[in-house]
């Protein structure tokens, strides 16, 4: 059994959890916190212990899932971890990844340690299926939409307007785009085309609702750029049909083939989702298992998800995937 130990305990630290117990071939041992360990009421059985006293655990571990967030906790978490642990992360700050992947890189070969970073949706399976889309059609276009879906960053930038109390932000994508996107028009599509923002807001009482929403709506970085509208709702209304966190989102390749590029062709890969951090907590959890298999085969440093065979990612040997998947 692949000995799991998890680092965080939010949406995607319970997430991991449950995926692991789903796992045929993996077994929690441990779960540290930065909070009081007495505090933290999990799902399952696993022993929780401070952060700080991971290290007192490093041979006992085979690979930590860090669960923390990309702004503050990950630049340098992972590097950290990466000292003495097998390491999965979900760094999802795009313009970054580089300079993430260079530190940990530089821990991992000191360490002899092996590290997946930037594992998830996307960054991860969407990053795949733009890779593959470019290999396949190099005469071609790429367009990613996401949604419908809840986006936490905007919610929460919201929250943070004098008089909201609460909101949800989601992520439409504008079906006419879609369409011609799916016809082969290959159009070229401006940010404001390709996406809408819906926003369910829940004022204080007596709170200047137009102002509220002309700062949501003029907000730059964020709703400006984009069609948007606002509804406000009640705390009651908020919590009853706005409770989950879904999300998802498409790739698509669209490209020609021939001599005379006389041929069209589409690829898409769509994902509808449920839970957002329950999904991208499966996909840690299966690159965990490549990053097991990668360190016993002698091998170190940072790795992403374009460096991983799909055979480390299944629990089934190679023989089984040749003779039910092939």
Same mark, same amino acid.
């Given at each position: 059994? /692949?000995? /799991?130990?998890?680092? @965080?305990? &939010? #949406? =995607? &630290?319970r997430g991991v959890e449950a995926a692991v117990t789903n796992a045929c071939d993996m077994e929690l041992v441990a779960l540290f916190t930065? +909070?009081?360990?007495?505090s933290v009421k999990t799902e399952t059985d696993i022993p929780v212990y401070s952060m700080e006293d991971a290290v007192k655990y490093k041979d006992d571990i085979d690979v930590m899932i860090l669960c923390g967030g990309s702004a503050k906790d990950l630049p340098t978490q992972t590097p950290d971890m990466a !000292?003495?642990? #097998?390491? /999965?992360? %979900?760094f999802d700050t795009h313009a970054k990844i580089p300079e993430h992947f260079a530190n940990v890189d530089k821990v991992c070969k000191e360490s002899g340690k092996v590290a997946i970073i930037s594992v998830g949706w996307d960054p991860?399976?969407? %990053? =795949? #299926?733009? =890779?593959y889309g470019q290999a396949i059609l190099p005469c071609g276009n790429d367009y990613t939409f996401w949604g419908k879906g809840v986006s936490q960053g905007h919610s929460d930038a919201i929250r943070r307007i004098e008089g909201v109390v609460d909101a949800r932000q989601y992520t439409v994508p504008v079906e006419a785009a879609l369409d011609s996107v799916r016809a082969g028009e290959n159009p070229t599509l401006t940010t404001r085309q390709k996406?809408? +923002?819906?926003?369910?807001?829940?004022?204080?009482e007596g709170a200047d609702k137009a102002r509220i929403e002309n700062e949501i709506k003029t907000m730059p970085n964020y709703f400006a750029d984009y069609d948007t509208t606002v509804t406000f709702i009640t705390k009651e209304e908020l919590d009853r049909d706005h409770a989950g966190i879904p999300h998802g989102g498409m790739v698509f390749r669209t490209g020609t083939t021939g001599l005379n590029n006389e041929n069209k062709h589409v690829i898409e890969y769509r994902l509808q989702l449920d839970s957002n951090p329950q999904?991208? %907590? %499966?996909?840690?959890?299966?690159?965990?298992?490549?990053?097991? +298999? =990668?360190?016993?085969? @002698?091998? !170190? &440093?940072c790795k992403t998800?374009?460096?991983i065979a799909p055979a480390y990612l299944h629990p089934a040997s190679g023989e089984e995937l040749r003779k039910n998947l092939l």
């Open positions: 059994m /692949i000995r /799991i130990a998890i680092a @965080g305990y &939010g #949406n =995607l &630290g930065r +909070r009081d360990p007495a !000292k003495y642990f #097998n390491v /999965i992360d %979900s991860g399976m969407f %990053s =795949l #299926n733009r =890779l996406h809408t +923002r819906e926003c369910f807001v829940v004022a204080e999904f991208t %907590s %499966s996909v840690l959890t299966a690159f965990a298992r490549a990053a097991y +298999r =990668l360190a016993n085969e @002698g091998a !170190k &440093g998800v374009f460096d």
